[in-house]
């Protein structure tokens, strides 16, 4: 009963936010512009998916003592466990995703992703690389944040993959910093998260979309914790396979952190999602 509500809801929550989108393309406006607009519509909209998926996000900053972080734009690195993780990073930082043309192919999720203003890239060929990295270079040079998953493929949860560090290119001729940024599945229904539920949470391997969502659309709650770390000047670093190792390991270190001492009581209580 609680997959076909859930469904419901969230066929209503799509529609709307197909409709929302469609309109902001529909009007006249430079290329920045509508980007601007499609990121703040599915920012508003993963806010509200998050409720409709029960899904409880706890957001926490670090910073370095001293420094001030400025407001500006990034390009966002995450490890990457789950569809699940595109509402997660939309509902606290509105920015362009990018992702494969085969998900561009896949249905619906690839209408979704066009809708909401992202970058399609050919991972397995190297002949559009450089027309690629140009085009992420242009959106960051127009000052909107782009978040990229350098992993190149979601996972079983075991461990942050090794980086692919092609399309970081983009930040270092634009000057824009990384901004790391770590996503832990903490509790599915209140249980830690094991080799007993991770397959509900975790979309990865040969399963499909429509094979997982319903196990997703099953949970009662889930509960994510979203680190994001301090930039990452591209000044600093000589090649984009130092600022990829730098990156990978500040979210592989956060990964594998202990949790802050909760019990599975504290994970079953609500928790809210804050930014400082």
Known sequence: M?????S??????????????????????????RLERLTGNSSFFARLGLRVLGIRVSSRRLKRKGIRQRRTNYLIISNHLSYADILVIASLMPSVFITSVELKQTFPLGLFAWLGGCLFVERRSRAGLKREIEEIAEVLSQGTSVTLFPEGTTSNGDTVRPFKNSLITAAITTGASLLPVCIRYRAANGHFVDLTNRDSLYYYGGTTFFQHLPRFLALRS???????MRPISTHQHHSRKDLATRAHQMIGTVYHE?????????LSQSTRSTQS
């Open 222 to 228: 889930v509960d994510v914790e979203c680190v994001i």
């Open 258 to 266: 202990r949790p802050f001492g909760r019990t599975k009581s504290h």
């Open 2 to 6: 609680r997959i076909f509500f859930k």
């Open 8 to 33: 419901i809801a969230a066929f209503l929550f799509l529609a709307l936010y197909v409709l929302a989108a469609l309109g902001i393309m529909a009007l006249p406006a430079t290329r920045s512009r």
